[in-house]
Nanobody, 123 residues
């Protein structure tokens, strides 16, 4: 089992920045590819970004490319999502997830999920 706990969400004005963190415990963190997803009420979970086990390779959705950056610190068992130039349409709940697969972009690729953290961007 891998337990994931997100933090760092909140309210920010459009154009602002937030950094989400996801702390992992349980199994060896560096054995897992990590991802960030987001889901608005009534909508499907949307891929945001993924990172390989070592952190050397990343993948970002087109909707966030150039604005969001995923990274990880295996010594701290933590994955991050740096979000810059935030827009009102980025408002939703953000989830981190862990997978044995690297750089998966489907929610079905991920086995373990955090509880989510709310991000609200005001216009």
């Amino acid at each position: 089992q891998v337990q994931l706990v997100e933090s760092g969400g909140g309210l920010v004005q459009a154009g602002g920045s937030l950094r989400l963190s996801c702390a992992a415990s349980g199994r060896t963190f560096s054995n897992y590819g990590m991802g960030w997803f987001r889901q608005a009420p009534g909508k499907e979970r949307e891929f945001v970004a993924a990172i390989s086990r070592s952190g050397a390779n990343t993948l970002h959705a087109d909707s966030v490319k150039g604005r969001f950056t995923i990274s990880r610190d295996n010594a701290k068992n933590t994955v991050y999502l740096q979000m810059n130039s935030l827009k009102p349409e980025d408002t939703t709940v953000y989830y981190c997830a862990a997978a044995l697969l690297e750089l998966g972009y489907s929610s079905a690729d991920y086995t373990y999920w955090g509880q989510g953290t709310q991000v609200t961007v005001s216009s």
